[in-house]
C-alpha cells in the first residue's frame, strides 16, 4: 500500500514571509501523480497544485510551488509571500494511475497559521 | 466552484437513524469517491465509483453503502447511525480516465451531527 507522509502537524508563519510545507511518500510506481490541497477554514478541499513524477521540472502557481525530489520521495510545498488566507490545513495527496481505476492516497495534514 | 455539487449542507439527525447523502459530479466526470473527515481528522477514504460500479472501498462500515446512478450522480447511505458517525462527509469527482493522470475536484462537503 502506498502511504503519505506529512510531519509536521502544525505550523506557523509570519505575513509576507515564506514557509515549506513537507510531504513524504511510499512507492514502488514510476509513474504518479502528487497534489497539494487547502482545508481553510470554510472546510471546503481546493486544489493547490500539481505534479507529475515523469516532469523533472517543479510545478509553480503564483505563490506556491514545490520542490519535487523523485529519488527521495519527498514533495514539499512553499507559499512565498505568505497571506493571512493563507491559514488553513494542507493536504499532500499521491495518485497511481491504474487501468483498473486511479487511486488516491492523502497525508494527514498540516495546519498552517499565518500571522499577521 | 469546483462543479461538485453535494446535497444536504447540512444533516441533523439522532442515533438509529439512517441518512442519504448526494453527490453530483462535474460535468463530464465519471468517477466519483465518497470521503469522512471527522473532526481535526485526516480524510478517510471510504468507496469509489466509476460509470455506475464500485471500483474501490476503503475503509466503508458494512452500516455505510453507496451506489452510482446512470446520471452519474451518487448516493452514500448511511444506516444505524452511532455518535461517531458525526463527521464532514466529501464527495469528490474526476474524468475516471483509468491509466492516465488526474485531478480529483471535492464538493463543498456535507456536514453530519448525530445526536
Known amino acids: 500500500a502506498q502511504t503519505v507522509t506529512q510531519s509536521q502537524p502544525e505550523m506557523s508563519v509570519q505575513e509576507a514571509e515564506t514557509v515549506t510545507l513537507s510531504c513524504t511518500y511510499d512507492?514502488?510506481?514510476?509513474?504518479?501523480?502528487l497534489f497539494w490541497y487547502k482545508q481553510p477554514p470554510s472546510r471546503q478541499m481546493i486544489l493547490v497544485i500539481r505534479q507529475e513524477a515523469y516532469k523533472q521540472q517543479n510545478a509553480t502557481e503564483n505563490r506556491f510551488s514545490v520542490n519535487f525530489q523523485k529519488a527521495a520521495k519527498s514533495f514539499s510545498l512553499k507559499i512565498s509571500d505568505s497571506q493571512l488566507g493563507d491559514t488553513a490545513m494542507y493536504f499532500c495527496a499521491f495518485m497511481k494511475p491504474r487501468n483498473t481505476g486511479n487511486q488516491f492516497y492523502f497525508g494527514t495534514g498540516t495546519s498552517l497559521t499565518v500571522i499577521p | 466552484d469546483s462543479g461538485v455539487t453535494q446535497t444536504p449542507k447540512h444533516l441533523i439527525t439522532a442515533t438509529g437513524q439512517r441518512v442519504t447523502l448526494r453527490c453530483s459530479p462535474r460535468s463530464g466526470d465519471l468517477s466519483v469517491y465518497w470521503y469522512q473527515q471527522s473532526l481535526d481528522q485526516g480524510l478517510q477514504f471510504l468507496i469509489q465509483y466509476y460509470n455506475g460500479e464500485e471500483r474501490a472501498k476503503g475503509n466503508i462500515l458494512e452500516r455505510f453503502s453507496a451506489q452510482q446512478f446512470p446520471d452519474l450522480h451518487s448516493e452514500l447511505n448511511l444506516s444505524s447511525l452511532e455518535l461517531g458517525d458525526s463527521a464532514l462527509y466529501f464527495c469528490?469527482?474526476?474524468?475516471?480516465?483509468?491509466?492516465?493522470?488526474?485531478?480529483?475536484?471535492f464538493g463543498p462537503g456535507t456536514r453530519l451531527l448525530v445526536l
Open positions: 469528490a469527482s474526476s474524468s475516471g480516465l483509468a491509466g492516465v493522470g488526474e485531478t480529483q475536484y
Open positions: 512507492t514502488s510506481e514510476n509513474n504518479y501523480y
